[in-house]
């Protein structure tokens, strides 16, 4: 037998007997030392124990916070001594702990790419609930390719620093800033085109100058509302009386100046007039020195007194005296 050989059961011996007498004596045997890593990656949070030891998940190691995360592309170099002396101060239950492994340990922030995609679903949700709130369904895209980039690897919150004042528009420049709960990522500008999208009035056939408009005549369809400006509401009623106040073509959205009140009194049309004071009614006859809708004011000639007034239209042989 070798030397070697003679010398293992003798030194397995000294082992097992090492171990009686420290159970015999009532002592627990030494913990095994802590493997320190040569790297380790880290969020904002901190730099953690148990993110700087090998196996931590097998080796029991706690979720000990030790130091600052370093800042994103920075590195933060922590000797075996640094971390033991962190640890005295931070849980010092642990600090007769020996180590073993890399001398040192390089400290990284975890990091990820940010893809175009994440980043306008970002801002679709911002500008939503900033900007277009109920007013339709936004639609976005970057007017030129997002460049790529990389950030910290954990929660963030995507912040608008210039909302557009007078409103979403066609094209948009928009700043914006990414924060951690720890620090912000940066700020960046980027410039957009924008569509919302919601059903409007239209023209469902070729309506010319003058041409009464019916409810028949017009269809509610979607359309992006960004490219027109004054859109006719979508509680308009159509049974007041209408008429086109410029040719439209099918499918084309009605803005407010597309419809003008039907004129239901002619100028020098003869009216009957009524005035009403408390409890009192007086009828005359008036004549009508402007054109006007239902529902319009305008002068009238008292056809007695020759007195000009202002009246109200109610149809298209009545109106109302205004005081």
């Known amino acids: 037998m070798s030397p070697m050989n003679r010398s293992t059961p003798l030194s397995l011996a000294l082992v097992f007997l090492a171990g009686i007498l420290l159970r015999v004596a009532g002592a627990e045997p030494p913990e095994p030392p ?136 066609p094209i948009l420049q928009l700043r914006f800033e990414l924060t951690s709960e720890q620090e912000s990522l940066g700020f960046w500008q980027v410039g957009l085109e924008a569509r919302l999208t919601r059903e409007v009035w239209v023209a469902r056939s070729q309506l010319r100058r003058g041409d009464p408009v019916q409810e028949a005549d017009v269809a509610r369809e979607p359309r992006d509302t960004l490219r027109y400006r004054d859109l006719l509401p979508a509680d308009a009623d159509f049974t007041q009386g209408w008429v086109v106040a410029e040719p439209l073509n099918p499918g084309q959205p009605l803005l407010r100046r597309s419809l003008a009140p039907r004129v239901v009194v002619q100028r020098g049309q003869l009216l009957e007039a009524v005035f009403k004071e408390g409890g009192l009614t007086v009828s005359l006859k008036v004549e009508a020195l402007d054109p006007g809708a239902q529902g319009q004011v305008i002068r009238v000639r008292n056809t007695t007194s020759r007195r000009e007034l202002r009246a109200k239209v109610l149809n298209d042989q009545a109106v109302q005296i205004q005081l």
């Not at 790419?113 to 939503?128: G, H, I, M, R, Y």
């Not at 910290?152 to 004042?165: A, V």
């Open 34 to 169: 802590w493997s320190l890593l040569p790297q380790a990656q880290v969020t904002g949070a901190g730099v953690f124990l148990d993110q700087l030891v090998a196996g931590a998940d097998t080796n029991a190691v706690p979720h000990t916070r030790l130091a600052d995360a370093p800042p994103m592309g920075r590195i933060l170099q922590l000797s075996s001594a640094q971390v033991a002396a962190a640890l005295r101060s931070a849980a010092p239950a642990f600090a007769a702990r020996g180590w073993s492994g890399a001398p040192a340990t390089q400290v990284t922030r975890r990091t990820r790419a940010l893809p175009a995609a994440e980043v306008l679903a970002a801002l679709k949700e911002q500008l939503q609930q900033a900007a277009a709130r109920d007013a339709g369904e936004l639609e976005i895209r970057f007017l030129r390719p997002w460049s790529p980039t990389v950030i910290p690897d954990e929660p963030y919150t995507l912040r608008l620093d210039n909302l557009p004042p007078s409103g979403l528009s």
